[in-house]
């Protein structure tokens, strides 16, 4: 062989390792590419699954919250419409005279009619009580509808706060 031979020879050889160790390394970067791939994968998958299961939560949190209000918006216009239709009632009463309101007078002497123990007796514990007129009577009840409206609404305000505060 001649001296030309031998150095193609051996560049050849060098170039073919090379071009193996090449190969080989390329087939290296290319499994742990693929291993880093799949392992992206898991974590994606397992990060969706999260979201996923959160989202779940808040959105049966969240129509748990809205069925408690339904019910409780329920109770309140319940409560109104009761509490409306009994001063309709009253005021009707008073209106056809079937009742009378009154008040209790002071005994200017005594200071107070009113016995210190409950009876058995009745509602009217002092001896001497004042009929109002009948349009006082309306006054007062309106006075006390539109207080009563103001508790069941103060009350439907509470327990919203109450069912959307933590």
Known sequence: MTPGQILTAIVLAIAIGFGGAWQVQDWRI?????????????????????AADQARAEQDKRLAT????????????KELSDAQRNQARLRDQLATADVRLSV???DSASGCDVPAAPGAAGVVHAARRA?????????IIA?????DNAVIALRACQAYVRAVAP
């Open 131 to 139: 009929q109002l007129d009948p349009a006082h009577a309306q006054r």
């Open 66 to 77: 809205e069925q408690q209000m339904a019910a409780s918006d329920q109770q309140h216009t």
């Open 30 to 50: 290319g499994k742990q590419l693929a291993e880093q791939a799949a392992l992206h994968k898991d974590d994606l998958a397992a990060i969706t699954n999260a």
């Open 104 to 106: 209790l007078l002071q």
């Open 143 to 147: 006075i006390t509808d539109d207080g």
